[in-house]
């Protein structure tokens, strides 16, 4: 996954349905920045809204356990 380790912050707090200005908060960021790095995040993985990039991260996330499980087992 291309994203940063604060984009994927970013989302993970997303998607414990906090507001930007919540993640800015938990962060230590600024409101600006926290919307930037959802920003950021939606236009490299090409999500069409916070809902749709929390799913898409997820199921990205899971598909990469999954093949490294895959790798692992032989």
Same mark, same amino acid.
């Given at each position: 996954?291309?994203?940063?380790?604060? *984009?994927? *912050? $970013?989302?993970?707090? #997303? #998607?414990?349905?906090?507001?930007? @200005? @919540? =993640? #800015?908060?938990?962060?230590? =960021?600024? %409101?600006?920045? $926290?919307? @930037?790095?959802?920003?950021? $995040?939606s236009g490299k993985i090409g999500a069409s809204? %916070?809902t749709n990039l929390v799913y898409l991260v997820?199921?990205?996330? %899971? @598909? *990469? $356990? *999954?093949?490294? %499980?895959?790798?692992?087992?032989?």
């Amino acid at each position: 996954m291309n994203l940063t380790v604060r *984009e994927l *912050e $970013a989302v993970a707090w #997303a #998607a414990n349905g906090m507001t930007n @200005d @919540d =993640i #800015a908060q938990k962060m230590g =960021i600024t %409101r600006g920045t $926290a919307t @930037d790095h959802l920003k950021n $995040a939606s236009g490299k993985i090409g999500a069409s809204g %916070r809902t749709n990039l929390v799913y898409l991260v997820y199921k990205q996330l %899971r @598909d *990469e $356990a *999954e093949n490294d %499980r895959n790798d692992c087992s032989g």
